[in-house]
């Protein structure tokens, strides 16, 4: 009888370890419960981020694994003519039900940079982890935002503000995810001064 409680215990025992062992590799998402990626399709990606293939790339680092992804663009204040000194435009992404990305590009003007990154690009990072990069009058980036105040307008003098924020990282090392929202701010620079007929391109 002892013998046979002993089996038993030792089967209910070993049952409960590969259950434990089964809920953390599901909770840390590892095989054989890995979330699958959905894949980026360029054709579906918002034209406000700018070349496709670049944007792409860029944002299969950043996003986190969900079944699919969704793209919204939103272009609510177009420069209609040259009489017109507004603009803002945004991409939203999400997946699963959950925004993971946005990015916007709005005319603004600040005496001095310096302000636009206190006011606009503080909101989303600390000052103390923002770090530069070289693209407009200032850019500035972390692992989860990338901003460039680029000029648009000589008369009245205006800048574009562009902001990509990441808000669900994917699992790249964090130095790739700030060099792919680098590249997404720049793209979505270059597509915003087009569209928004900027004096310099």
Do not use: M
């Given at each position: 009888m002892t013998h046979v409680r002993t089996k038993l215990l030792t089967a209910a025992g070993a049952v409960l370890v590969l259950c434990l062992v089964a809920g953390v590799l599901h909770a840390l998402r590892l095989p054989p419960f890995e979330k699958k990626k959905g894949k980026i399709e360029a054709s579906q990606v918002c034209r406000t981020l700018g070349a496709p293939s670049r944007s792409t790339a860029a944002l299969d680092k950043v996003l986190s694994a969900t079944s699919s992804y969704t793209f919204r663009d939103e272009l609510p204040d177009p420069r209609r003519d040259d009489l017109d000194n507004s603009y803002y435009s945004a991409c939203f992404v999400g997946g699963d039900g959950k925004q993971l990305l946005v990015a916007s590009a709005q005319m603004l003007e600040y005496e001095k940079a310096?302000?636009?990154?206190?006011?606009?690009?503080?909101?989303?990072?600390?000052?103390?982890?923002?770090?530069?990069?070289?693209?407009?009058?200032?850019?500035?980036?972390?692992?989860?935002?990338?901003?460039?105040?680029?000029?648009?307008?000589?008369?009245?003098?205006?800048?574009?503000?562009?902001?990509?924020?990441?808000?669900?990282?994917?699992?790249?090392?964090?130095?790739?995810?700030?060099?792919?929202?680098?590249?997404?701010?720049?793209?979505?620079?270059?597509?915003?001064?087009?569209?928004?007929?900027?004096?310099?391109?």
């Open positions: 310096d302000g636009w990154v206190t006011e606009v690009v503080e909101q989303f990072a600390p000052a103390s982890a923002l770090t530069p990069f070289d693209s407009g009058d200032k850019a500035v980036a972390t692992d989860k935002v990338a901003a460039i105040y680029v000029p648009c307008l000589a008369r009245p003098a205006t800048h574009l503000s562009v902001v990509v924020q990441l808000k669900r990282p994917g699992d790249a090392p964090a130095a790739e995810r700030r060099d792919a929202l680098v590249a997404l701010a720049r793209n979505t620079a270059q597509y915003a001064q087009g569209n928004a007929r900027c004096d310099e391109h």
